[in-house]
């Protein structure tokens, strides 16, 4: 809207002009979710940031303290090493893996302990071989 509202004209009525010039104009056409039926919540208890969490979300933003969050990713590395294609990569995602928990060790940031130790990486190494052989 670039037009100021005349004086003396009521708010309401010149906010209801501009809505309806505006879908007159077309400018209502083709916005994103039009004719869908509004999301259901799954809680119906009122989150008065919920905005904030959805956009999160969609996002794929996590508000994991920084250690809870290296746990998840600790976790996620050892999976991807068991499905590694070879020695070399299980090597390389345990090493990096390691550099990141060593960090932490040594400069802990705020929030709850780590709770981790580096990963032996041949210990890590044998149990891929040993998966790879069972299959």
């Not at 600790?74 to 068991?82: F, N």
Request: hydrophobic content about 35%; aromatic content about 6%; glycine content about 6%.
């Amino acid at each position: 809207m670039t037009e100021r509202k005349p004086p003396g004209v009521d708010f309401g009525s010149f906010v209801d002009k501009q809505i309806r010039d505006a879908a007159a104009r077309g400018d209502f056409d083709r916005l994103p979710g039009a004719g869908e039926p509004l999301p259901d919540e799954v809680d119906s208890s009122y989150d008065e940031l919920w905005w904030i969490k959805r956009k999160m979300a969609r996002e794929g933003l996590s508000v994991l303290p920084p250690t809870l969050a290296l746990r998840k990713e600790a976790e996620d590395a050892l999976e991807a090493a068991a499905r590694a294609p070879s020695e070399r990569a299980v090597r390389k995602i345990v090493e990096e893996i390691n550099v990141k928990i060593r960090d932490v060790m040594y400069k802990p940031p705020p929030g709850p302990p780590l709770g981790l130790k580096p990963y032996d990486v041949d210990e890590v190494v044998r149990r891929w071989r040993e998966r790879r052989a069972a299959e």
